[in-house]
């Protein structure tokens, strides 16, 4: 079953743990402003990406990183290409460790379509050595391309692009200009700043990456369970109701008890029900299109 969905409630890493773990085989198709990108996935697993002109695991890092846009699933869609031979969760982690290094990025980097200048040190006389990459990036930094335009002429990740300016911002070689309009961030967006003390939040680069890195599948459903659950209580706008928190407890109890994926998808039926009786019919269709991966 095809379904769609916004990449600022399920980033990439998210949705295709989902698909993962219920072993689909299709096509993920990304949309961010006017970039397109696309993930295939075989029995679960990732064998190939394509954004641009980049391809295979750099293509992930990138798509990974897009905390704005949409996506929609294509089941059965299958491709000639692999590209990808790392395992989900090798991708994942190395997508995670990016992430964490854009929110350093980003602090002299704020938006991918930002133009970088050149900078001309009055009174500088001493020699300026660049790398290769520094040298490429200083060739099209040309006071018009944005990081992003740069990062398509030299056929190279934005991230590899937004690093090397990184060095050359700190050597005070570069300075950012403004955002475009409609400037898509560097980084992906940030997680909820609070939530019911109950609820542990799940993000895309906590609990779901260690628990996949340590082979953990007990662990894995949990997460899942909880995410399940916070979508519900987003679905019907209820966080910590007692009727979505105790068929989540009693999932919790059943994973315990050595019981595996059906329990999720017994409780996103379960809670697919609740949903509608506190919010409605249309609220609850929105939850079951976000849970489809599962069922």
Not at 57 to 74: H, N, V
Request: hydrophobic letters at 40%; proline letters at 5%.
């Amino acid at each position: 079953m095809s379904f769609q969905g916004s990449l600022n409630e399920l980033p990439l890493a998210d949705i295709v743990q989902l698909v993962a773990v219920s072993g689909k085989t299709g096509m993920f198709s990304m949309t961010c402003a006017a970039e397109k990108g696309y993930v295939y996935i075989q029995n679960g697993q990732i064998t190939h990406a394509r954004v641009g002109e980049i391809e295979g695991e750099d293509a992930i890092y990138a798509l990974a990183l897009w905390s704005q846009g949409t996506f929609q699933f294509s089941p059965g869609v299958e491709s000639d290409a692999r590209t990808i031979s790392r395992s989900n969760t090798n991708l994942l982690l190395e997508a995670a460790r990016r992430s964490d290094e854009w929110k350093i990025l980003s602090k002299k980097i704020p938006a991918t379509d930002s133009v970088p200048v050149l900078v001309a040190q009055e009174g500088a006389n001493g020699q300026v050595m660049l790398t290769p990459i520094e040298w490429k990036v200083v060739t099209k930094t040309d006071g018009l391309r944005s990081i992003d335009e740069i990062a398509r002429a030299l056929k190279t990740s934005t991230f590899d692009i937004a690093k090397t300016l990184y060095g050359l911002v700190t050597a005070e070689l570069v300075e950012i200009g403004k955002a475009r309009a409609a400037a898509r961030p560097a980084g992906p967006s940030p997680a909820p700043t609070s939530s019911p003390a109950s609820i542990p939040n799940v993000s895309t680069h906590s609990a779901a990456f260690s628990a996949l890195s340590k082979g953990d599948e007990k662990r894995s459903l949990q997460i899942l369970c909880t995410k399940v659950k916070q979508e519900a209580e987003a679905a019907a706008g209820a966080p910590g109701d007692v009727a979505i928190d105790r068929p989540y407890r009693t999932a919790l109890l059943e994973l315990d008890r050595g019981r595996g994926l059906d329990v999720v998808r017994d409780l996103i039926r379960t809670l697919e029900v609740t949903v509608e009786k506190l919010r409605g019919s249309a609220a609850a269709h929105g939850f079951r299109e976000k849970m489809n991966p599962l069922l």
